[in-house]
């Protein structure tokens, strides 16, 4: 199962969201320390939530491999997982 778009853009408007309050906006320490530790928190949960979903990004094509059913990119000529050829 691929990860859909949202969960890119919540993660990174929470990188924003932390760079313009550290930059922009007159922050003292503990406040920053709080963002930093929220940022951390939503971090870690997106992901725990790529590796539940076995996400990838969607930088090549995948098929399943006839062979052992495994996820392999489209344009390779071999299997990664068992290494029959495609």
């Known amino acids: 199962m691929r990860l859909t778009w949202p969960v890119y ?3 990174a408007g929470i990188f924003f969201l932390f760079a313009m309050g550290v930059q922009f ?3 003292g320490k503990s406040a920053v320390v709080g963002l930093f530790l929220i940022l951390t928190i939503l971090y870690a949960w997106v992901a725990w939530v790529m ?3 076995e996400a990838v990004l ?3 094509s995948y ?4 062979s052992c059913g495994e996820l392999t990119p489209k344009q390779g000529d071999y299997c990664m997982m ?3 050829v495609q």
């Open 63 to 66: 098929e399943k491999c006839q």
């Open 82 to 84: 068992c290494g029959v």
């Open 25 to 27: 906006i007159s922050l």
């Open 9 to 11: 853009v919540f993660t």
């Open 51 to 53: 590796v539940n979903r």
């Open 58 to 60: 969607e930088l090549h």
